[in-house]
């Protein structure tokens, strides 16, 4: 288990960017690879991004391929999401958590949570 604390989330409309970020604490940031996930209302959490410890692998789910791009700064404890060309259908919370496992029902401890709302 590890804090992590979202923030960046905010009202955007379509096509618009936004920039969330994922501080956490502990050697586990610097010594595993983060994801994004998120969970739009009434639907069940999904993976978003992933990156490895180097910053050198990255992964994304389909629906969001060349809009989002996830890096980080270990210096910083911090991973970000930079989200362009917003859709609607991206509205939901994003969270962020170690990146071992695509399934988000496979991790024990989510943050807060940053809400993400797009309009059209």
């Known amino acids: 288990q590890v804090q992590l604390v979202e923030s960046g989330g905010g009202l955007v409309q379509a096509g618009g960017s936004l920039r969330l970020s994922c501080a956490a604490s502990g050697r586990t940031f610097s010594s595993y690879a983060m994801g994004w996930f998120r969970q739009a209302p009434g639907k069940e959490r999904e993976f978003v991004a992933r990156?490895?410890?180097?910053?050198?692998?990255?992964r994304y789910a389909d629906s969001v391929k060349g809009r989002f791009t996830i890096s980080r700064d270990n210096a910083k404890n911090t991973v970000y999401l930079q989200m362009n060309s917003l859709k609607p259908e991206d509205t939901a919370v994003y969270y962020c958590n170690t990146g071992g496992s695509l399934v988000p029902s496979d991790y024990d401890y989510w943050g807060q949570g940053t809400q993400v709302t797009v309009s059209s």
């Open positions: 990156i490895s410890w180097s910053g050198g692998s990255t």
